[in-house]
């Protein structure tokens, strides 16, 4: 079901006993969070079981136990969860297979809803590192996906590679039947603006 790494199970352990100081009912809970949205992730958090989580599946680990909600458990199945160090930091990482969030969309929706789903939860929230994002204007009736820049991108001198090397790339390999990806936005007016 849900594989927790060696350090990962020190780490919440940890955290489990120094939480339990405060209230020693406290568990942890594994959950899916923002289902049927393009941010669809897994989430750790304390909690207090109750009556109302008599729907839960209970994982048993050396010294402690994990909750999985009850509805959560279809899209959490395969996950990892991991605790990556970087310096003096560290942090869970969750791998999560299932909870892809174009899973939920399936290969029968509208092409056009299916990029849509795609560039709010893959591609703009790359962009959104550097204060840019794109939108789905229309899918041409030769399958090109026509896209429009705002922000940070629109007007940005590296819009042309992001589009090109970036985001065509990623939508034509995820979506054969585009066969390309143009760009509708007026550079000229936007913030950094180059012609």
């Known amino acids: ?9 020190a780490y919440l352990k940890k955290l489990l006993e120094k939480e339990r100081e405060k209230n020693p009912d406290v568990a942890i809970r594994v959950e899916a969070i923002d289902l049927d949205t393009p941010f669809a992730e897994c989430g ?80 703009n929230p790359e962009l ?15 399958n090109e996906a026509v896209l429009q820049f705002g922000g940070g991108c629109q007007g940005c001198s590296m819009a042309d590679i992001t589009l090109k090397q970036g985001i065509e790339k990623n939508l034509c390999d995820r979506f054969p039947e585009i066969i390309a990806v143009l760009d509708a936005t007026d550079h000229a007016s936007g913030d950094n603006p180059y012609a």
Do not use: C, W
Not at 1 to 9: R, V
Not at 128 to 141: D, K, N, P, Q, S
């Open 128 to 142: 959104a590192g550097h204060g840019g994002m794109v939108r789905l204007v229309e899918i041409t009736g030769a």
């Open 1 to 9: 079901m849900i594989t927790i790494t060696d350090s990962a199970q």
């Open 44 to 123: 750790v958090r304390f909690f207090v079981p109750g009556p109302e989580n008599t729907e839960d599946l209970i994982l048993d680990f050396p010294g402690f136990q994990v909750f999985v909600e009850g509805k959560s458990v279809p899209y959490l199945e395969e996950t990892k969860i991991d605790l990556e160090k970087n310096g003096l930091s560290q942090e869970l990482v969750m791998t999560t297979p299932k909870l892809n969030p174009l899973n939920y969309l399936g290969d029968d929706a509208p092409l056009f809803e299916r990029v849509v789903f795609f560039i709010e939860s893959e591609v």
